[in-house]
């Protein structure tokens, strides 16, 4: 589809597994909160380890029954459809790291729609 291709920004979102918003996990309320404004879609990435802010390193265990390890949520929309996300966002991060990137979206394949 022509409407997802072109001069586009991508945010990234890096936060924990941990997190929560209003009782329910952070990333979830991020992926709602990307639906109800519009955006093209929203994924999220668990990493294998990372080092946050505080030098610690979070990393997976098969053997821990609880774990935190890094999330990273990310979109890809237009500009405009970004910083309004960023703005209803706002509150919700209460630590991590929200970064945004210019990009070029040069080709968007599904099946129900076509190639572009």
């Not at 990234?12 to 109800?36: F, H, M, Q, R, V």
């Not at 029954?65 to 890809?76: R, S």
Request: no cysteine; aromatic share 8%; net charge neutral.
């Amino acid at each position: 589809m022509q409407r997802y291709l072109g001069k586009r920004k991508e945010l990234k979102i890096y936060i924990s597994n941990e997190d929560t918003y209003e009782g329910k996990p952070l990333y979830e309320a991020l992926l709602t909160l990307s639906k109800e404004k519009g955006l093209a879609g929203a994924t999220v990435i668990k990493a294998v380890a990372g080092i946050g802010a505080h030098s610690e390193l979070h990393t997976f265990s098969v053997w821990a029954l609880k774990q935190k390890v890094p999330l990273i949520v990310t979109m890809i929309d237009t500009e405009e459809k970004i910083d309004t996300f960023i703005r209803a966002a706002g509150g919700m991060i209460e630590e991590g790291l929200v970064t945004m990137y210019d990009i070029d979206v040069i080709q968007y394949h599904h099946p129900k729609f076509g190639s572009a």
